[in-house]
Structures are given as C-alpha cells and as structure tokens.
C-alpha cells in the first residue's frame, strides 16, 4: 500500500539556524498536506501544494512539491521557540478521501 | 463554532472494560475519521465514514467499532479494551470536494 516517509524523525536546531524536514511518498500523489501538531495539542492544518514543482511561503517557512509530485520539503529559516512542535506531511490515498500520513518530524528548538 | 469536539479529554480503563468516545463537528462535514497516535508511529487511521449511516475499516480497525448515526456526530467504540489500546485518538472531519481535514483536541486513553 501507500506509504509515507519522513526524515529526520526529530530535529534539534539552535534557535535563529534554518533547517529542512523531507517528505517522501511511494506513490505519486494528486496533492500533499502540511500539519503542524504542537505539544499536547492536534494537527492543524498548515498548506496544501498541488502542482508539480509548486512552492509556496507562509512567512518562515517554505513549502516545496517534488517535479515528480512523489516528495516534498519543509524549510524554516531562521527557527523560533514558537516553531516547536511536530510536522506531518500527508498524501491522499488513491480511492476514499483518505490520507495517509508520514511519521513527522518532531522540532525541538534550542534558545 | 466549535469545530471539531472529543469527549473524553482523557480516560483511564482496566483491560476488558469498553467504552465509547465521541466526536461531534458542527461544520457541516460529509466525512469524518478516527485517527490514533503512538509515538513514533503518526496518525493511524481507525475507521471512517463518508456520510450519514455509513462507516468504513481503515488501517487498523480491530477492537474496534464505529457508528454515525447523525452527520454531526462520530462514535468509536471499545468493546473489550486491551493495553495495546492505550494511545491518543483524534477524530477529524472534512467537507465533501474539499481536502484540509480539521481535527478535534483529542482523547488520551490509558489501559491499565
């Protein structure tokens, strides 16, 4: 079946360094998601890319969609104590408006 | 509007007691879903339903049972809980032709 990857499993950044989360699917995908899960908190939803190659900005972060549409990427330049928190990616199944989600990637920021 | 709600925030079992954990959204959403976290594992989906009166198996349905019986509201049962059970469960709803899910607080359960 689908499957959903991301590495690294955890980050640690100094507070003010840039850092990169990957996300890679086994499939090609019609679309992928973006949640960011604070602690104790539930995912919410962060953006969605759609085209091939598509990057899109949301302040700090950067949010970018394979060519192949089968991966993507999480940039954030210059991390803040309020980027903590744990970041999925998700892909929608082939049938059934399901989403299959990665593992996260989970930020732990250093002041 | 309250979105996406659970109830329980949190509860402690003994293996072999059931239970039943609600999710209720008030947006109108055609689909709704049952998610549990382990650390390390992401979010697993339980079961779904796409409608009214309708319910489907996702990744990991066993121990397991679901109803919706009105649009608004999602149960997941627990017959026979077991300590493999313990995790944290959110429920999620979306509107029909849209894809961003909307995810409630969330349900911690521990199996003793």
């Known amino acids: 079946g689908q499957q959903v990857m991301q590495i690294p499993q955890y980050q640690h950044v100094q507070e003010g360094e840039d850092f990169t989360t990957y996300c890679n699917s086994s499939t090609t995908l019609s679309n992928i998601q973006w949640y960011k899960q604070r602690p104790g908190g539930h995912p919410v939803f962060l953006i969605q890319l759609v085209k091939s190659g598509e990057v899109k900005k949301q302040k700090r972060l950067t949010f970018q969609f394979g060519e192949a549409k089968k991966n993507s990427s999480l940039h954030i330049t210059a991390t803040q104590t309020t980027d903590v928190g744990t970041y999925f990616c998700?892909?929608?199944?082939?049938?059934?408006?399901?989403?299959?989600f990665g593992g996260g990637t989970r930020v732990l920021v250093k002041p | 509007n309250a979105g996406v709600t659970q109830t329980p925030k949190f509860r402690v079992l003994k293996t072999g007691q059931s239970m039943t954990l609600l999710c209720a959204q008030d947006m109108n959403h055609e689909y709704m879903y049952w998610y549990r976290q382990d650390p390390g594992m992401g979010l697993r989906l339980i079961h779904y339903s796409v409608g009214e009166g309708t319910t489907a198996k996702g990744e990991v349905p066993d121990g397991y049972n679901v109803s919706r019986l009105k649009k608004q509201n999602f149960l997941l049962g627990l017959e026979s809980a077991a300590p493999s059970q313990t995790s944290v469960y959110f429920c999620?709803?979306?509107?029909?032709?849209?894809?961003?899910?909307?995810f409630g607080p969330g349900t911690r359960l521990l199996v003793l």
């Open positions: 998700a892909g929608p199944r082939a049938a059934g408006n399901k989403l299959t």
């Open positions: 999620a709803s979306k509107g029909s032709g849209k894809e961003t899910q909307y």
